[in-house]
Protein backbone atom coordinates (compact mmCIF):
# COMPACT_ATOMS: atom_id res chain seq x y z
CA UNK A 1 0.00 0.00 0.00
CA UNK A 2 0.83 3.54 -1.00
CA UNK A 3 0.68 6.56 1.88
CA UNK A 4 -0.30 10.02 1.14
CA UNK A 5 3.31 11.38 -0.26
CA UNK A 6 4.06 8.41 -2.42
CA UNK A 7 0.18 8.42 -3.69
CA UNK A 8 0.82 12.12 -4.47
CA UNK A 9 4.17 11.75 -6.53
CA UNK A 10 3.13 8.68 -8.34
CA UNK A 11 -0.04 11.33 -9.62
CA UNK A 12 2.54 13.73 -10.72
CA UNK A 13 4.63 10.72 -12.49
CA UNK A 14 1.33 9.81 -13.92
CA UNK A 15 0.90 13.53 -14.86
CA UNK A 16 4.01 13.92 -16.34
CA UNK A 17 4.01 10.86 -18.23
CA UNK A 18 0.43 11.98 -19.95
CA UNK A 19 1.68 15.78 -20.47
CA UNK A 20 4.72 13.98 -22.24
CA UNK A 21 2.78 11.71 -24.50
CA UNK A 22 0.54 14.28 -25.87
CA UNK A 23 3.54 16.65 -26.25
CA UNK A 24 5.77 14.61 -28.06
CA UNK A 25 2.75 13.45 -29.80
CA UNK A 26 1.75 16.71 -31.19
CA UNK A 27 5.45 17.46 -32.48
CA UNK A 28 5.46 14.22 -34.25
CA UNK A 29 2.10 14.79 -36.10
CA UNK A 30 2.46 18.05 -36.91
CA UNK A 31 5.99 17.62 -38.34
CA UNK A 32 4.38 14.82 -39.85
CA UNK A 33 1.68 16.45 -41.53
CA UNK A 34 4.19 19.35 -42.66
CA UNK A 35 6.44 16.69 -44.60
CA UNK A 36 3.66 15.06 -46.38
CA UNK A 37 1.83 18.63 -47.32
CA UNK A 38 5.13 19.64 -48.80
CA UNK A 39 6.20 16.54 -50.10
CA UNK A 40 9.59 17.06 -48.35
CA UNK A 41 11.32 15.36 -45.75
CA UNK A 42 13.52 17.97 -43.95
CA UNK A 43 16.17 17.18 -41.98
CA UNK A 44 15.15 19.04 -38.99
CA UNK A 45 11.45 17.51 -39.81
CA UNK A 46 12.81 13.77 -39.58
CA UNK A 47 14.76 14.80 -36.43
CA UNK A 48 11.87 16.52 -33.97
CA UNK A 49 10.21 13.01 -35.50
CA UNK A 50 12.46 10.97 -34.40
CA UNK A 51 13.34 12.70 -31.10
CA UNK A 52 9.25 12.66 -30.51
CA UNK A 53 8.93 9.27 -31.01
CA UNK A 54 11.52 8.31 -28.95
CA UNK A 55 11.00 10.07 -26.25
CA UNK A 56 6.91 9.00 -25.91
CA UNK A 57 9.04 4.94 -26.18
CA UNK A 58 10.87 6.19 -23.31
CA UNK A 59 8.68 7.40 -21.20
CA UNK A 60 6.29 3.96 -21.48
CA UNK A 61 9.33 2.38 -20.46
CA UNK A 62 10.15 4.61 -17.23
CA UNK A 63 6.33 3.89 -16.42
CA UNK A 64 6.72 0.40 -16.93
CA UNK A 65 9.38 -0.56 -15.12
CA UNK A 66 9.15 2.10 -12.36
CA UNK A 67 5.41 0.40 -12.14
CA UNK A 68 6.80 -3.01 -11.63
CA UNK A 69 9.36 -2.47 -9.07
CA UNK A 70 6.48 -0.65 -7.03
CA UNK A 71 3.74 -2.94 -7.57
CA UNK A 72 4.97 -6.14 -8.85
CA UNK A 73 8.85 -6.77 -7.93
CA UNK A 74 8.23 -10.61 -8.17
CA UNK A 75 8.07 -10.10 -11.93
CA UNK A 76 11.67 -9.39 -11.98
CA UNK A 77 12.16 -12.83 -10.45
CA UNK A 78 12.98 -14.71 -13.24
CA UNK A 79 15.37 -12.08 -15.16
CA UNK A 80 13.82 -12.25 -18.51
CA UNK A 81 11.52 -9.50 -17.88
CA UNK A 82 14.62 -7.44 -16.58
CA UNK A 83 16.48 -8.20 -19.22
CA UNK A 84 14.04 -6.85 -22.45
CA UNK A 85 13.34 -4.14 -20.49
CA UNK A 86 17.04 -3.08 -20.40
CA UNK A 87 17.52 -3.70 -23.90
CA UNK A 88 14.90 -1.64 -24.64
CA UNK A 89 16.04 0.75 -22.17
CA UNK A 90 19.39 0.84 -23.67
CA UNK A 91 17.74 1.45 -27.39
CA UNK A 92 15.78 4.09 -26.56
CA UNK A 93 17.24 6.02 -24.17
CA UNK A 94 20.52 6.60 -26.82
CA UNK A 95 18.31 6.89 -30.04
CA UNK A 96 16.51 9.88 -27.43
CA UNK A 97 19.73 11.37 -26.74
CA UNK A 98 21.18 11.01 -30.37
CA UNK A 99 18.29 12.90 -32.22
CA UNK A 100 18.11 15.86 -29.01
CA UNK A 101 22.05 16.10 -29.89
CA UNK A 102 21.55 16.31 -33.29
CA UNK A 103 18.99 18.91 -32.77
CA UNK A 104 21.75 20.98 -30.97
CA UNK A 105 24.23 20.58 -33.54
CA UNK A 106 21.81 21.60 -36.20
CA UNK A 107 21.43 24.74 -33.87
CA UNK A 108 24.62 25.50 -33.20
CA UNK A 109 25.59 24.79 -37.38
CA UNK A 110 22.36 26.92 -38.16
CA UNK A 111 22.56 30.11 -35.89
CA UNK A 112 26.64 30.10 -34.37
CA UNK A 113 28.68 32.89 -36.23
CA UNK A 114 32.38 31.31 -37.03
CA UNK A 115 34.78 33.01 -38.92
CA UNK A 116 36.55 29.57 -38.93
CA UNK A 117 37.37 27.34 -41.98
CA UNK A 118 35.81 23.96 -40.69
CA UNK A 119 32.81 25.57 -39.17
CA UNK A 120 32.41 27.28 -42.26
CA UNK A 121 32.56 23.79 -43.98
CA UNK A 122 30.34 22.40 -41.94
CA UNK A 123 28.07 25.40 -41.74
CA UNK A 124 27.35 25.04 -45.79
CA UNK A 125 26.87 21.16 -45.18
CA UNK A 126 24.89 21.06 -42.20
CA UNK A 127 22.43 18.52 -44.42
CA UNK A 128 25.30 16.46 -45.17
CA UNK A 129 27.06 16.60 -41.30
CA UNK A 130 23.76 15.72 -39.23
CA UNK A 131 22.58 12.11 -40.79
CA UNK A 132 26.66 10.99 -40.86
CA UNK A 133 26.99 12.83 -37.18
CA UNK A 134 23.80 9.94 -36.64
CA UNK A 135 25.11 7.18 -38.63
CA UNK A 136 28.45 7.45 -36.78
CA UNK A 137 27.06 7.50 -33.39
CA UNK A 138 24.69 4.17 -34.70
CA UNK A 139 28.26 2.46 -35.51
CA UNK A 140 29.33 3.21 -32.41
CA UNK A 141 26.66 2.33 -30.46
CA UNK A 142 26.69 -1.15 -31.98
CA UNK A 143 29.78 -1.72 -30.73
CA UNK A 144 29.24 -1.17 -27.15
CA UNK A 145 25.82 -3.30 -27.46
CA UNK A 146 27.22 -6.94 -28.16
CA UNK A 147 29.41 -5.50 -24.58
CA UNK A 148 26.48 -5.08 -22.74
CA UNK A 149 24.67 -8.21 -24.01
CA UNK A 150 28.22 -9.99 -22.87
CA UNK A 151 27.49 -8.10 -19.19
CA UNK A 152 24.05 -9.55 -19.43
CA UNK A 153 24.85 -12.73 -20.04
CA UNK A 154 27.43 -13.25 -17.41
CA UNK A 155 25.21 -11.76 -14.51
CA UNK A 156 22.24 -14.34 -15.48
CA UNK A 157 24.78 -17.25 -15.59
CA UNK A 158 25.84 -16.16 -12.01
CA UNK A 159 22.61 -15.28 -10.74
CA UNK A 160 20.24 -17.94 -12.07
CA UNK A 161 16.91 -18.53 -9.83
CA UNK A 162 17.27 -15.62 -7.47
CA UNK A 163 15.56 -12.04 -7.63
CA UNK A 164 17.11 -9.68 -10.21
CA UNK A 165 18.55 -7.52 -9.17
CA UNK A 166 18.05 -7.60 -5.11
CA UNK A 167 20.43 -9.91 -4.92
CA UNK A 168 23.58 -8.16 -6.58
CA UNK A 169 25.51 -5.67 -4.86
CA UNK A 170 24.79 -2.09 -4.56
CA UNK A 171 28.07 -1.64 -6.07
CA UNK A 172 28.08 -4.12 -8.77
CA UNK A 173 24.51 -2.75 -9.68
CA UNK A 174 25.95 1.04 -9.63
CA UNK A 175 28.76 0.25 -12.11
CA UNK A 176 26.18 -2.33 -14.22
CA UNK A 177 24.38 1.02 -14.71
CA UNK A 178 27.46 3.41 -15.34
CA UNK A 179 28.11 0.82 -18.03
CA UNK A 180 24.79 0.82 -19.73
CA UNK A 181 24.81 4.65 -19.63
CA UNK A 182 28.32 5.14 -21.18
CA UNK A 183 27.58 6.07 -25.04
CA UNK A 184 25.02 8.89 -23.53
CA UNK A 185 28.17 10.54 -22.14
CA UNK A 186 29.53 11.59 -25.61
CA UNK A 187 26.48 12.51 -26.53
CA UNK A 188 26.11 14.80 -23.51
CA UNK A 189 29.48 16.16 -24.11
CA UNK A 190 28.55 17.08 -27.52
CA UNK A 191 25.44 19.27 -26.61
CA UNK A 192 27.55 21.00 -24.37
CA UNK A 193 30.27 22.00 -26.73
CA UNK A 194 27.35 23.43 -28.95
CA UNK A 195 25.64 25.18 -26.28
CA UNK A 196 29.22 26.38 -24.96
CA UNK A 197 30.31 28.06 -28.72
CA UNK A 198 26.46 28.99 -29.10
CA UNK A 199 27.05 31.20 -25.95
CA UNK A 200 30.28 32.50 -26.98
CA UNK A 201 29.18 33.30 -30.71
CA UNK A 202 25.74 35.13 -28.71
CA UNK A 203 28.52 36.99 -26.82
CA UNK A 204 30.44 38.05 -29.34
CA UNK A 205 27.74 39.24 -31.27
CA UNK A 206 26.36 41.07 -28.71
CA UNK A 207 29.65 42.82 -28.21
CA UNK A 208 29.97 43.55 -31.73
CA UNK A 209 25.92 45.94 -31.39
CA UNK A 210 27.55 47.34 -28.40
CA UNK A 211 30.38 48.18 -30.18
CA UNK A 212 28.55 49.51 -32.92
CA UNK A 213 26.63 51.80 -30.58
CA UNK A 214 23.11 49.97 -31.66
CA UNK A 215 21.00 49.09 -28.58
CA UNK A 216 18.09 46.96 -30.37
CA UNK A 217 18.45 43.33 -30.69
CA UNK A 218 18.56 42.31 -34.53
CA UNK A 219 16.93 39.28 -35.36
CA UNK A 220 20.24 37.47 -35.44
CA UNK A 221 20.37 38.23 -31.85
CA UNK A 222 17.31 37.06 -31.32
CA UNK A 223 17.77 33.61 -32.99
CA UNK A 224 20.48 33.23 -30.92
CA UNK A 225 18.57 33.70 -27.82
CA UNK A 226 15.94 31.82 -28.50
CA UNK A 227 18.54 28.63 -29.54
CA UNK A 228 19.92 29.42 -26.03
CA UNK A 229 17.13 28.79 -24.21
CA UNK A 230 16.26 25.69 -25.52
CA UNK A 231 19.82 24.18 -25.28
CA UNK A 232 20.21 25.17 -21.51
CA UNK A 233 17.28 24.19 -20.45
CA UNK A 234 17.69 21.00 -22.12
CA UNK A 235 20.86 20.72 -20.39
CA UNK A 236 18.98 21.58 -17.20
CA UNK A 237 16.66 19.05 -17.52
CA UNK A 238 18.93 16.68 -18.98
CA UNK A 239 21.34 16.62 -15.57
CA UNK A 240 17.75 16.42 -13.48
CA UNK A 241 17.23 13.22 -15.88
CA UNK A 242 20.38 11.98 -14.71
CA UNK A 243 19.85 13.17 -10.94
CA UNK A 244 16.58 10.95 -11.36
CA UNK A 245 18.27 7.80 -12.76
CA UNK A 246 20.87 8.30 -9.94
CA UNK A 247 18.36 8.59 -7.44
CA UNK A 248 16.54 5.12 -8.70
CA UNK A 249 19.34 3.66 -8.63
CA UNK A 250 20.52 4.15 -5.37
CA UNK A 251 16.95 3.23 -4.17
CA UNK A 252 18.73 -0.52 -4.54
CA UNK A 253 15.48 -2.24 -2.42
CA UNK A 254 12.60 -0.61 -3.72
CA UNK A 255 10.10 -1.77 -0.56
CA UNK A 256 12.73 -0.15 1.67
CA UNK A 257 13.24 3.61 0.34
CA UNK A 258 9.65 4.02 -2.02
CA UNK A 259 9.12 7.37 -1.77
CA UNK A 260 12.58 8.09 -2.81
CA UNK A 261 12.69 5.57 -5.84
CA UNK A 262 9.69 7.29 -6.65
CA UNK A 263 10.85 10.94 -6.42
CA UNK A 264 13.18 9.53 -8.95
CA UNK A 265 11.14 8.39 -11.08
CA UNK A 266 9.55 11.80 -11.11
CA UNK A 267 12.39 13.63 -11.50
CA UNK A 268 13.54 11.24 -14.53
CA UNK A 269 10.32 12.15 -15.73
CA UNK A 270 11.41 15.95 -16.27
CA UNK A 271 13.08 15.71 -18.99
CA UNK A 272 11.19 13.77 -21.70
CA UNK A 273 7.95 16.09 -20.63
CA UNK A 274 9.10 19.69 -20.14
CA UNK A 275 11.80 19.80 -23.02
CA UNK A 276 9.26 18.48 -25.50
CA UNK A 277 6.86 21.54 -24.25
CA UNK A 278 10.14 23.88 -24.55
CA UNK A 279 10.54 23.34 -27.82
CA UNK A 280 6.92 23.66 -28.66
CA UNK A 281 7.18 27.37 -26.85
CA UNK A 282 10.67 27.85 -28.93
CA UNK A 283 9.73 26.43 -32.44
CA UNK A 284 7.40 29.45 -34.30
CA UNK A 285 5.81 26.72 -36.76
CA UNK A 286 5.31 24.20 -33.44
CA UNK A 287 4.05 27.31 -31.52
CA UNK A 288 1.53 28.42 -33.92
CA UNK A 289 0.57 24.82 -34.46
CA UNK A 290 -0.41 24.49 -31.04
CA UNK A 291 -1.93 28.04 -30.45
CA UNK A 292 -4.39 26.83 -33.02
CA UNK A 293 -5.13 23.86 -30.81
CA UNK A 294 -6.12 25.79 -27.64
CA UNK A 295 -7.79 28.42 -29.99
CA UNK A 296 -11.45 26.70 -29.50
CA UNK A 297 -10.65 25.93 -25.89
CA UNK A 298 -10.46 29.50 -25.08
CA UNK A 299 -13.62 30.73 -27.24
Request: one cysteine or more; a positive charge; charged letters at 10%.
Amino acid sequence: MLNIAEGLLISVVVGESILGVLGNGFIGLVNCIDCVKNKNFSVIGLILIGLATSRIFLIWIIIIDGFIKIFSPHMYSSGSLIEYITYAWIIINHLSIWFVSSLSIFYFLKIANFSHHIFLWLKHRINRVLPLLMGLMFISWLFTFPQIVKIINDYKRGNRNTTWPLTVSKNKYAAYQILLNLGVIFLFTLCLISCLLLIISLWRHNRQMQSSALGVRDPSTEAHVKAMKVLISFLILLILHFIGITIEISCFSVSESKLLFIFGMATTMTYPCGHSFLLILGNSKLKQAFLKVLWPLNS
